[in-house]
C-alpha cells in the first residue's frame, strides 16, 4: 500500500533534533518500507536538506517549518501556514497518517488517502472537527478514552495503538548491579515534566540514602526545542548547588548510540510529569525498560497500560500535597533494596519486549488495510 506520514513543522526527520513522535514514526516508516510498502514522510526542511530525496527506500519530502513557539495560539498559527504548504506537495496514498492540528481540516481530496489522525496528546476540544478522518488512533487507553469523551459521535473511530519500544544495538543490558549508582532523566527539561521534583527530591536524600549516588539529567532546556528556558534551568541549579557535582546537567543527546549507552549506566530511571493533559504515553520510560533501568513514574493515567507498581515499574504521587517529598521517599526506598529494583528492573524489560517493533507495525498495517479495503468495519479495538 502507499502511506503518506506527515509529521509537524517543528523538527526534522531523521530525528537530529530530538521529538519523540518523529522518532516513532520514522522507525515505522523505515518498518513498513521494509515490508515492501510505498512510503513518504512529509516534515520540516532544515537548511542543507533536500526538498525531495528517496533515502533507504523512503521518499522524504520536506517543506520550510518553524522552532516551536511559547504561545499555544501563535503554534497553531503557525501550523496552519506548514499545513497549507504540506497540502501543496501530496502526493496520492492509500493512507495518509498525521499528527498536525490543521491538516486532517483542511484536506479534501480522497486521492491522497484515507485520513489517519495520530493523537499523540490529551485533545482539546479539536476531535469534534476531525469527523472525515477514518481513524482516530491514540497511543494509549487513557488518550483513546478522552477522545471518546471529547467526541462520542466519532468513538467508532478511536484505535488504541501503542507507541513501539526503541530497538537496542546492543546485547542484552547488563545487570543492575554491576551499573554505576545514577539516577537518570531524559526528556524535555520543561517545568511540566516535573524536573524540578527530582531535583528537590535528590537534594533533600543527599546526606541520608542518596550520599554515594548521582543524578543525571538529560534533555534540552532550549525554548525551540520544547524545554523551558534558561530561567527554568537556572533554578533547577540552584537547587542542585548544596549537592555539589552529583547533579549533573547533561543536555541533550541526539545520537541514539550515545543515548542507549546513558540509559545502560543508570540504575534507576525517573519520570516524574506532572502534564496531566499533556502527557499521552510515557515513551521515555519505555525505552529504559529496554535497557533494564528501573523505571519509576508519577501516578498519570498514561503509565499504566504497560507499569505497575513494583511489578513492572514504581509510581510515585505526584497529587500528593507534598509531591518532592512523596518521590524522595519512593526513591529512598526503591535504591536501599537491590533484590526489589533488580527483580523489577528485569519484569519490566521483560514487559517491554511486548512493544518491539514488529509487533506494532503489525498492528498498525492490519489497521491500515482494514480501512482501505472494509472502509466502514468497525473499530476492532474497541
Same mark, same amino acid.
Given at each position: 500500500m502507499k502511506i503518506t506520514i506527515v509529521l509537524g513543522a517543528f523538527f526534522p526527520v531523521p530525528p537530529t533534533m530530538g521529538g519523540a513522535v518523529e522518532k516513532i514514526w520514522y522507525s515505522l516508516a523505515q518498518e513498513f518500507a521494509r515490508r515492501g510498502h510505498g512510503v513518504v514522510i512529509v516534515s520540516r526542511k532544515m537548511?542543507?536538506? +533536500?526538498?525531495?530525496? &528517496?533515502?533507504?527506500?523512503?521518499?522524504? $519530502?520536506?517543506?520550510?517549518?518553524?522552532?516551536? +513557539?511559547?504561545?499555544?495560539?501563535?503554534?497553531?498559527? $503557525?501550523?496552519?501556514?506548514?499545513?497549507?504548504?504540506?497540502?501543496?506537495?501530496? +502526493?496520492?496514498a492509500d493512507i495518509l497518517v498525521t499528527n498536525t492540528f490543521w491538516l486532517p481540516i483542511l484536506v479534501r481530496d480522497p486521492n491522497r488517502g484515507r485520513i489517519y489522525v495520530h493523537v499523540g496528546r490529551y485533545p482539546k476540544g479539536q476531535m469534534r472537527f476531525y469527523q472525515r478522518a477514518a481513524r482516530l488512533q491514540a497511543p494509549s487507553g487513557a488518550i483513546g478514552r478522552a477522545i471518546s469523551s471529547e467526541a462520542p459521535q466519532l468513538s467508532e473511530k478511536v484505535s488504541v495503538i501503542p507507541y513501539s519500544a526503541p530497538e537496542s544495538t546492543s546485547t542484552a543490558p547488563p545487570l543492575i548491579a554491576n551499573r554505576p549508582k545514577v539516577i537518570l532523566y531524559v526528556g524535555r527539561v520543561h517545568p511540566e515534566k516535573g524536573v524540578h521534583l527530582l531535583v528537590d527530591a535528590f537534594v533533600r536524600g543527599t #546526606?541520608?540514602? *542518596?550520599?554515594?549516588?548521582?543524578?543525571?539529567?538529560?534533555?534540552?532546556?532550549?525554548?525551540?526545542?520544547?524545554?523551558?528556558?534558561?530561567?527554568?534551568?537556572?533554578?533547577?541549579?540552584?537547587?542542585?548547588?548544596?549537592?555539589?557535582?552529583?547533579?549533573?546537567?547533561?543536555?541533550?543527546?541526539?545520537?541514539?548510540? =550515545?543515548?542507549?549507552?546513558?540509559?545502560?549506566?543508570?540504575?534507576?530511571?525517573?519520570?516524574?510529569?506532572?502534564?496531566? #493533559?499533556?502527557?499521552? *504515553?510515557?515513551?521515555?520510560?519505555?525505552?529504559?525498560?529496554?535497557?533494564?533501568?528501573?523505571?519509576?513514574? %508519577?501516578?498519570?493515567?498514561?503509565?499504566?497500560?504497560f507499569i505497575r507498581d513494583s511489578e513492572t515499574g514504581?509510581?510515585?504521587?505526584? /497529587?500528593?500535597?507534598? +509531591? =518532592?517529598?512523596?518521590? #524522595?521517599?519512593?526513591?529512598?526506598?526503591?535504591?536501599?533494596?537491590? =533484590?526489589?529494583?533488580?527483580? @523489577?528492573?528485569?519484569?519490566?524489560?521483560?514487559?517491554?519486549?511486548?512493544?518491539?517493533?514488529?509487533? @506494532?507495525?503489525? /498492528?498498525?498495517? =492490519?489497521?491500515?488495510? %482494514?480501512? &482501505?479495503?472494509?472502509?466502514?468495519?468497525?473499530?476492532?479495538?474497541?
Open positions: 537548511p542543507g536538506q +533536500p526538498g525531495d530525496e &528517496i533515502v533507504d527506500e523512503i521518499r522524504h $519530502l520536506r517543506v520550510p517549518g518553524f522552532d516551536s +513557539p511559547r504561545s499555544l495560539v501563535w503554534l497553531k498559527f $503557525l501550523d496552519f501556514l506548514y499545513s497549507l504548504r504540506v497540502m501543496s506537495i501530496l +502526493p496520492e #546526606r541520608a540514602a *542518596f550520599t554515594d549516588w548521582k543524578l543525571m539529567i538529560v534533555g534540552p532546556t532550549e525554548t525551540k526545542f520544547g524545554g523551558g528556558g534558561q530561567e527554568y534551568l537556572s533554578t533547577l541549579q540552584h537547587s542542585a548547588a548544596q549537592s555539589r557535582e552529583r547533579v549533573i546537567f547533561a543536555g541533550s543527546i541526539f545520537d541514539s548510540k =550515545a543515548l542507549e549507552d546513558t540509559f545502560r549506566s543508570a540504575r534507576l530511571f525517573v519520570y516524574p510529569s506532572l502534564a496531566e #493533559r499533556g502527557e499521552s *504515553f510515557g515513551l521515555a520510560p519505555l525505552e529504559a525498560m529496554t535497557h533494564g533501568c528501573g523505571v519509576m513514574v %508519577s501516578s498519570l493515567d498514561c503509565f499504566s497500560d514504581f509510581i510515585f504521587d505526584h /497529587r500528593s500535597n507534598a +509531591p =518532592a517529598e512523596s518521590l #524522595r521517599q519512593k526513591m529512598e526506598t526503591v535504591i536501599g533494596n537491590d =533484590a526489589v529494583l533488580t527483580r @523489577v528492573g528485569e519484569s519490566g524489560h521483560r514487559k517491554s519486549t511486548e512493544y518491539s517493533m514488529a509487533r @506494532v507495525a503489525d /498492528r498498525f498495517i =492490519a489497521d491500515f488495510s %482494514s480501512l &482501505i479495503h472494509n472502509p466502514d468495519v468497525a473499530n476492532p479495538n474497541r
